[in-house]
């Protein structure tokens, strides 16, 4: 097996293949649970061929990474598996150890969600990315070093002589990732799985690293399974989707089918339920209750609960659908699938009544402010530096409005949510609330402005104190203002419970026993208690999945039309901004660079950095794949503690010039744009730019 | 405080399961049991029979007799009131210094950390049994002498674990919301912090008992613990030390009993540990069933 | 590099400094104070009063400590109380057979331990993983001082292949001879510390085998052999080293009880003569000694430390 002859062998052997690569017939998974078997993968069909990008789409708990990783039998021992994969025609189910060993990393090259745990932290990268072909005997060890240069240097590493002998420590996020692509395309494989390889980084590194994997994967022709979550990404780079719910494929089609004419009700009611970043649309449909936990399924179809086409039906209830061809090249696994109506998700863009907000008197201004952190070195820990993790920013927000803060991380969102609040103390700049200056009030003077001003925390698994019941977790508010008899005690919380679509049967049970959504709207009931006028709503709905996201975005709509609330959004997803937000500020490495009422942002950005990110950002519609301008920043995000000299953004920008290496740009709204941006060379993207831009970077 | 009822039978449930563990509670059981009710039951630890000294396991004297051909079975039932009493008393002396250190520590960070931490290196800068033999210098020898001595000893693990506990807590989103609603530094110290720091907490209370009862004996062992004619288990090894040729059994089975009582010590902390580190891992372990997704 | 040494150096400072006025204050705490140490209980004020100016306790408290300290950096310990013999002799006579057995019972405590550690973490949860793992728990359980017992009534008493009361000879002049007394020492000691090591090793093992990387080796091929090696060790070995060093500092101070079971000339006996004569300016000396060699090797092995592990920058 290893010797280079029936390597020859082998890959002549694929050249003539028009075969499947990868060939699943009835894979069915169960780990053993508490004494149970729990079925995760419920016997599926996959194909998947040369030359293509196959995505598996599905939300937690639908079994998408167990079936990848049973694809080379790399499950935990406690896995029962059972059916056929078939990898180049060698059946890989009950296969020998051995024969499994040697096809990893020949056959089948792997890349994992997470960047920072993939590689070993105390081995030199450049080793881990030609180790395995070593053991293959594929490369001799004294040419290791050299051809992981080579291949470092295929996914765009910047100075790949150095790296092979740097630790993962020293490799940024972005290419770290590239070095797994790299490592999982060393043994030139004719699969690759990619489980989720892009959710753990930023928009622009993202569209980077997808840039990268797409053309090392034309260059070898391999297949590619990639596993996510996120219909943007699925519609940018797939060539067939399989829809994968409850432990089944509930559809299988191109990615055109899949988005034109899903023939599934959960892959429809899916792409309802997901904000579009290309159109700004009023309210979200919602999937009705909680994706199944594999411990409990549904009986006969798993999608009926929630399904709307399948309601009332006994068939649905009692026999499980076999995923059926449905149309040309098309699969589906419901009953009903010829009942399905046609429907484009609805662009009535929601209405914005910019002029009249006008008038009304912010809530919340901020004024300039500054926060840095001083950085101490050396044997006195003296202040050497500082980060300056937000470095000016202004914005206000009005009663009943919704103002975003976008950004990629490290930009300074949340450091600027928490200096906000008072957690964090500010340097320079006012802030005020109700027209008072809270900057620097003692924690006695705050506690009142902290009546009016609530803050909704990103991870409802971590914000929550475990130890409280969900009463208790709503009424703690309350009681540290020794408001909770004032404010109707147990009926209050009662009536805030059903504010946020919480049973009050749930009252006495604790935040384990909810599930993460019901957990975001207890953080959400919690907040409400106070009545206040101004939530800080800190990514709400990243840890959410999709159909979950989607229910957490229209109570939020709801309680804000319903008490007038004003929302300081703080995101990384510019889908989700463009949804619920009515003016978006953008910043980068502590800086705000462009403000503006949301559908300018999006449709007359003049920043490029703003034009960047939009450009980065995957769209779920795969016929835009092709007509849109990409434009792939290089680089990562400077650290803020040394940020570059000029504008911040000069390093990584398409447009820069000498002046924007020496001069920091002001702020400056010009009657010809339609937001303001803090930009020497502002001003709408040329087409020509996007060709100088991607020519910069090598074209994808 | 019904959760921590709840969850504190959910533990018990759970540790029952493991055979070392039961054995261990039916163990720690009967032995508080015997040291409880030695009066009642008749054992007698004192009676002198110079003529029966140093005789061997009988059905009159289970574990034979000692040189002053007292019961050493009942010396070891009063041994175990010593030595439980003792360990008890170190342990409680340990947890009220150690947790509120640890907790403030923790929790201020600052001037106060630096303060209160480098006095408890300088405390781990000597290995216990040597501090505890300081300390007896200090304090003379006695039993009490040695219920603080190793009391004291038990001071850094408490606090660097409390400590731990407060600064992996202090920067949760559910620390951070209770200051976000104006909660003081105190509610967010003890209604919040504290309330979810007890687990490792009495796992480590656990964990000293074994230690504590290593140690005192280790001081009787060495003469500087608990003085004659108190029985203790220590000082019962270090006297039949001298008997090793003619009465072996005089050294060995006190030691059986010592060692029972640690290990039982042990399985039950161990077990304890595993179970509140097995909550994270069973979560992950769910979480790569039904495969992850954040 | 040399600027996190400074560091860790000066941050020793204040440690010792605490460790020192302790000591010292030692003196001070005991029933009568330093002239009751002298002159005993029932001397008459005449005495008393002579001891106090002679022995300079007439000055202030500051001026006395200065002393103090000012004379133990220039390598005077005082003399002891009872054999009137300089401390820093004593313990120059002592250390030596201490340190042999610090480094006889490492050598045992890794023998057994890292073969039990990687053979159990590699078999979770087997019976023979449930085995290991008792040896571990029993080691830590069998006081010392028991154990160092029972060896004693089998190898001297019942065996007699080896002397129940073990001196010190340097292991250069007679290595045989060395052997065979420090041998019991050295494993009563080992067995306990082997104890730790092993469920210190396991422990680290188990979690390096759950990590991601493990899951992206197995991904490429690599054969377990090689998984467990290259990668898995690497990881584990890095805090391990840390235990090792923490374990050596203890031995250093912590074989008391070891040296009084087997009557082994080394510094821990001679503490616990001090403590029973109560000969005070031993008793600190040793106690000062011993902190002192356990805050060099701690600091020797965060140096160590920080250089095996690549995450740690040094400049």
């Known amino acids: 097996m290893n010797s280079t002859g029936t390597n020859a062998l082998r890959h002549a052997v694929k050249k003539s293949n028009t075969d499947a690569v990868l060939s699943v017939r009835d894979l069915t998974v169960s780990f053993l649970t508490n004494g149970k078997q729990v079925p995760v993968v419920r016997g599926i069909d996959l194909d998947v061929f040369a030359n293509e990008v196959h995505c598996i789409v599905g939300e937690s708990g639908s079994g998408k990474s167990v079936t990848s990783l049973a694809v080379t039998g790399l499950l935990p021992v406690t896995a029962t598996v059972s059916g056929s994969v078939r990898l180049d025609g060698v059946e890989v189910i009950g296969a020998d150890e051995e024969v499994l060993r040697n096809m990893r990393g020949q056959d089948v090259g792997f890349i994992f969600q997470d960047p920072a745990t993939t590689l070993n932290p105390v081995m030199r990268v450049g080793r881990q990315i030609t180790e395995g072909q070593v053991v293959h005997g594929q490369l001799k060890a004294s040419a290791a070093s050299d051809r992981a240069a080579e291949l470092m240097a295929e996914v765009d590493i910047a100075d790949p002589k150095g790296r092979v002998t740097q630790y993962p420590h020293q490799f940024s996020g972005g290419m770290r990732q590239r070095a797994v692509i790299a490592m999982a395309m060393s043994g030139r494989p004719n699969l690759i799985v990619a489980d989720e390889p892009t959710t753990a980084l930023d928009v622009t590194v993202q569209a980077q690293v997808l840039s990268v994997l797409l053309q090392r994967q034309k260059a070898l022709g391999s297949a590619i399974i990639l596993i996510t979550h996120d219909l943007g990404v699925v519609a940018e780079v797939a060539d067939r989707v399989s829809v994968m719910y409850g432990g089944s494929i509930v559809e299988t089609g191109t990615v055109q089918d899949i988005f034109d004419r899903p023939c599934h009700p959960y892959t429809a009611a899916l792409l309802r339920s997901v904000p579009r970043i290309d159109a700004g649309d009023d309210r979200l449909k919602t999937i009705p209750g909680q994706p199944p936990t594999p411990a409990e399924l549904p009986s006969g179809c798993v999608f009926h609960p929630r399904c709307a086409l399948g309601a009332g039906k006994t068939r649905c209830q009692t026999e499980r659908p076999q995923l059926r061809a449905f149309a040309s090249g098309q699969m589906t696994a419901c009953h009903f699938a010829e009942e399905m109506k046609p429907d484009r998700p609805s662009t009535t863009a929601r209405a914005i009544a910019q002029a009249e907000r006008a008038e009304v008197k912010p809530l919340l201004e901020v004024d300039n402010i500054k926060v840095h952190f001083p950085v101490k070195k050396g044997i006195l820990r003296r202040t050497v530096g500082w980060v300056r993790a937000v470095d000016g920013v202004r914005l206000s927000v009005r009663p009943g409005e919704t103002v975003s803060l976008v950004g990629e991380s490290g930009c300074g969102k949340t450091t600027f949510a928490r200096a906000i609040m008072g957690l964090l103390d500010v340097n320079e700049g006012d802030v005020r609330f109700d027209g008072r200056s809270i900057v620097g009030l003692s924690r006695k003077a705050m506690r009142p402005v902290r009546r009016q001003m609530q803050y909704v925390f990103q991870d409802p698994y971590s914000s929550l104190n475990p130890v409280l019941s969900a009463a208790d977790i709503v009424a703690e508010p309350m009681r540290l203002h020794g408001l909770f008899e004032e404010m109707g005690s147990d009926k209050r919380i009662a009536e805030l419970f059903e504010m946020v679509g919480l049973s009050p049967s749930m009252m006495g049970k604790y935040p384990s026993e909810f599930s993460g959504g019901q957990k975001q709207r207890l953080g959400i009931a919690r907040t409400l208690g106070l009545k206040p006028k101004l939530l800080i709503l800190d990514e709400p709905v990243a840890a959410l999945d999709v159909s979950i996201q989607a229910q957490i975005l229209n109570l939020l709509q709801d309680l804000q039309r319903e008490l007038d609330l004003g929302f300081l959004f703080i995101s990384h997803n510019l889908s989700v901004v463009r949804h619920i937000s009515d003016r978006v500020a953008v910043m980068y490495l502590g800086k705000m660079v462009e403000e503006g009422a949301c559908n300018e942002i999006y449709e007359n950005a003049a920043h490029p950095y703003t034009l960047s990110l939009l450009s980065a950002a995957p769209i779920s519609n795969p016929g835009m794949r092709n007509q849109r301008a990409r434009i792939i920043l290089r680089g990562d995000i400077p650290n803020p503690a040394s940020p570059p000299s000029g504008c911040r953004f000069h390093p990584r920008c398409f447009r820069a010039t000498d002046i924007c290496r020496s001069q920091v740009p002001e702020l400056a709204t010009q009657s010809s744009l339609k937001t303001t941006s803090i930009c020497h060379h502002a001003g709408p993207l040329d087409p020509k730019e996007i060709a100088l831009a991607s020519q910069a970077e090598g074209g994808i | ?294 | 590099m040399i600027s996190y040494l400074i560091r860790r150096i000066l941050q020793l400072v204040p440690v010792l400094l605490v460790a020192s006025v302790a000591i010292w204050a030692m003196l001070y705490a005991v029933p009568g104070g330093p002239v009751a140490m002298i002159v005993g209980q029932d001397a008459s004020q005449e005495q008393i009063d002579a001891a106090t100016r002679e022995l300079g306790l007439d000055r202030p408290l500051i001026v006395q400590y200065a002393d103090w300290v000012g004379n133990a950096v220039s390598g005077d310990l005082g003399k002891s109380i009872f054999s009137k013999e300089p401390v820093v002799k004593l313990i120059g006579q002592r250390l030596p057979a201490t340190i042999q057995l610090a480094v006889f019972s490492l050598l045992i405590a890794l023998i057994i331990s890292i073969p039990i550690a990687i053979i159990s973490a590699l078999n979770p949860g087997t019976w023979i993983d449930r085995v290991l793992s008792s040896w571990s728990a029993l080691a830590l359980a069998v006081p010392t001082f028991w154990l160092g017992i029972l060896l004693v009534l089998l190898f001297a008493v019942e065996l007699r292949w080896l002397p129940s009361a073990s001196r010190y000879i340097p292991f250069w002049t007679a290595p045989l001879d060395a052997m065979r007394n420090t041998f019991l020492p050295a494993l009563t000691l080992g067995v306990y510390v082997s104890g730790i090591l092993a469920r210190f090793l396991r422990a680290s093992l188990v979690g390096e085998l759950r990590s991601d990387y493990v899951r992206t080796a197995r991904s490429k091929g690599l054969p377990e052999r090689q998984i467990v090696g290259g990668h898995i060790m690497r990881n584990a070995l890095i805090p391990f080293v840390t235990i090792v060093g923490l374990m050596l500092a203890n031995f250093l101070g912590g074989s008391v009880v070891t040296e009084v079971v087997f009557t082994y000339p080394g510094l821990g006996r001679l503490l616990v003569q001090a403590i029973s004569t109560r000969d005070y300016p031993l008793i600190q000396g040793i106690i000062l000694v011993i902190i002192v060699i356990f805050m060099l090797i701690n600091l020797a092995v965060d140096m160590l430390y920080a250089y095996i592990d690549p995450r740690i920058e040094h400049k």
């Open chain 2, 1 to 294: 405080m019904r959760k921590s009822f709840q969850s504190a039978a959910k533990t018990i449930r759970n540790l029952m399961s493991r055979k070392g563990v039961v054995f261990s509670v039916i163990f720690l059981g009967a032995l508080s049991f015997l040291a409880i009710f030695a009066d009642i039951l008749g054992f007698d630890y004192l009676t002198q029979n110079l003529i029966e000294s140093l005789q061997p396991p009988s059905a009159e004297y289970w574990f034979g007799t000692d040189e002053l051909g007292r019961d050493i079975l009942s010396r070891v039932v009063y041994g175990t009131r010593t030595s439980l009493v003792t360990s008890a008393g170190a342990v409680t002396i340990a947890a009220v210094l150690g947790v509120p250190i640890g907790l403030v520590a923790g929790f201020f960070g600052g001037w106060r950390d630096a303060v209160l931490m480098r006095v408890v290196d300088v405390m781990l800068a000597l290995p216990a049994i040597l501090f505890a033999m300081a300390l007896i210098a200090i304090l003379g020898k006695g039993q009490m002498a040695a219920m603080i001595a190793v009391g004291i000893t038990g001071i850094p693990s408490f606090a660097r674990i409390t400590r731990a506990q407060v600064l992996s807590l202090r920067n949760r989103d559910f620390v951070t919301a209770v200051e976000a609603f104006g909660g003081s530094a105190t509610y967010s110290m003890f209604r919040t912090i504290l309330p979810n720091s007890w687990s490792p907490i009495v796992v480590q209370a656990i964990v000293l008992a074994s230690v504590a009862i290593l140690l005192e004996a280790a001081l009787s062992f060495l003469g500087m613990g608990v003085a004659p004619p108190t029985p203790s288990w220590g000082e019962m090894l270090r006297t039949g030390k001298s008997y090793l040729y003619e009465a072996p059994y005089y050294a060995v089975l006190p030691g059986i009993i010592l060692t029972l009582t640690i290990l039982s010590f042990d399985t039950i902390g161990r077990a304890m540990t595993d179970f509140l580190e097995g909550r994270h891992e069973l979560g992950d372990h769910s979480s790569v069933d039904a495969e992850s997704e954040k």
